[in-house]
């Protein structure tokens, strides 16, 4: 969802704000920046290949624009292997630079559920070649998001069910207490190598029972405590 911007400004009419909405009210949520923590449910970094207790969870980017919100997902051109990665958002309400572990959660505004939507064959090419990941994870739409829940409301969860279900049946299942690093953790992190400014958006991981996904699927899935979110691939 775009907000609208005045153009008179413009030499040309620029894109409207991407935002979320906020639950139970008419206010939008503007998106700054959208990090994505890798690898950071010990069991889906197995199932990719990879040693949890050897390689710590990373962070890359989507963009701002690739959320949508209006429950349908496109499929993608260029691929032909498209899986889904059900993970909790964290929104940021106030930035910061080398936030401190300990005070971390007072930057953090609300919570919300996503889809890390990525083009497996595209990242698995480059990931050989040794690119960059945009192609595979930075696509248009690859961000289904639900609302945002203030903070103030459900608190900071801590424990609760990541699942997801592909046409009534469940693939993905785990806890947030599961995670490898924790939300202040990547807080405190993240902020060490880039500012971070009301409006970041962090995706905080995805649990084991990543798939592929075609054209005509249901995609239902949430955090428990959160929200959940409800996807048609078309």
């Not at 005070?103 to 698995?124: C, I």
Request: glycine share 12%.
């Amino acid at each position: 969802m775009n907000a609208p911007l005045d153009t008179t400004a413009y030499v040309i009419s620029p894109p409207g704000i991407p935002t979320l909405p906020v639950a139970g009210s008419d206010k939008l949520f503007p998106i700054h920046r959208i990090y994505c923590v890798g690898r950071n449910y010990a069991e889906h970094a197995i199932e990719m290949g990879h040693d949890p207790n050897k390689e710590p969870p990373f962070f890359f980017q989507k963009n701002p624009d690739n959320v949508i919100t209006g429950g349908s997902f496109p499929y993608p051109d260029k691929s032909k292997d498209v899986h889904y990665e059900l993970e909790m958002l964290v929104a940021i309400g106030k930035g910061g630079v080398n936030i401190p572990v300990e005070s971390a959660m007072e930057h953090v505004w609300g919570y919300g559920v996503g889809l890390d939507m990525t083009r497996r064959d595209l990242q698995g090419e480059a990931k050989k070649l040794g690119r960059p990941w945009e192609v595979g994870k930075a696509f248009e739409a690859s961000a289904p998001c639900s609302a945002l829940v203030p903070a103030s409301q459900i608190g900071h969860p801590t424990d609760g069910k990541v699942w997801l279900k592909v046409n009534g049946e469940l693939r993905q299942s785990g806890d947030l207490n599961q995670m490898i690093w924790k939300v202040p953790e990547m807080i405190s992190y993240l902020s060490g190598l880039f500012t971070l400014v009301p409006g970041d958006i962090i995706m905080s991981g995805t649990p084991a029972g990543v798939g592929a996904i075609v054209r005509g699927d249901r995609m239902e899935g949430g955090v428990d405590g959160v929200g959940t979110l409800d996807v048609t691939v078309v």
